[in-house]
């Protein structure tokens, strides 16, 4: 069974710029978590999807940030216009119900100039 | 709200012996879920050990244990009979018990970067 996958998994882009990240669950997965981890702090939650709907966002930073997860399958995460301080690790997990183990993808590293 | 502290930033453990890792958290609720989760150089991050906070024993996970003390609100990690594979950041996380809202949201620490030396 494949695991958690994320694309890309580096990217360097510079300030203004726009990145999406992509995530892919593992199948049958209807949970979908976005977290960030920014140099030497905590690794913080964005956002749950249940399916294709946003069940919690309240950890996305600000409007610059938009999650989706159309049809309920693969989720994007589109920074836009990036900042210094979006540089970081974005990790996606996936769970089956909300209770349940998260099982994480590799990440994708950003690093905004 | 709900926090994690892992005091120690690295460790260092020879071949063969055994090690702890330390994490604290701070909540006011009475059941929850505390996890470790392991991610290796260039890897991705894998679930060590999960402690539902209403059992009493200590999870165990072949060569990896907890010391889960409830009132403490300590959950430290022991790795035992350590392998060169061990080598990797370590993170402690909580998790609301409860269904709804963000309580499916993981809260981590800000991780313990485990080297074993040969």
């Known amino acids: 069974e494949a695991g958690v996958t994320q694309f890309p998994s580096h990217s360097v882009i510079e300030k203004g710029q726009t990145v999406t990240l992509r995530c892919d669950p593992i199948?049958?997965?209807?949970?979908l978590y976005w977290y960030r981890r920014v140099m030497g702090k905590e690794i913080k939650f964005l956002l749950h999807f249940v399916k294709e709907s946003k069940q919690d966002e309240s950890g996305m930073p600000n409007n610059r940030f938009l999650a989706e997860r159309t049809g309920g399958t693969y989720s994007t995460l589109k920074v836009q216009p990036a900042e210094l301080e979006d540089s970081g690790v974005y990790f996606c997990?996936?769970?089956?119900?909300?209770?349940?183990?998260?099982?994480f993808g590799p990440g994708t590293r950003l690093l905004v100039l | 709200a709900q926090t994690v502290t892992q005091s120690q930033p690295e460790m260092s453990v020879q071949e063969a012996e055994t090690v702890t890792l330390s994490c604290t958290y701070d909540t006011s609720e009475s059941d929850y879920y505390l996890f470790w989760y392991k991610q290796p150089p260039s890897r991705q991050m894998i679930l060590v050990i999960r402690?539902?906070?209403?059992?009493?024993q200590n999870a165990t996970e072949n060569r990896f244990s907890v010391n889960f003390q409830k009132a403490a609100k300590s959950f430290s990690l022991k790795i035992s009979d350590s392998q060169l594979g061990d080598a990797a950041m370590y993170f402690c996380?909580?998790?609301?018990?409860?269904?709804?809202?963000?309580?499916?949201?993981?809260?981590f620490g800000k991780g313990t970067k485990l080297s074993v030396k040969p």
């Open positions: 199948s049958g997965h209807d949970n």
């Open positions: 402690q539902e906070a209403y059992k009493q």
């Open positions: 997990a996936s769970s089956q119900v909300p209770e349940g183990t998260q099982y």
């Open positions: 996380a909580y998790r609301s018990s409860f269904y709804g809202g963000s309580q499916g949201n993981l809260i």
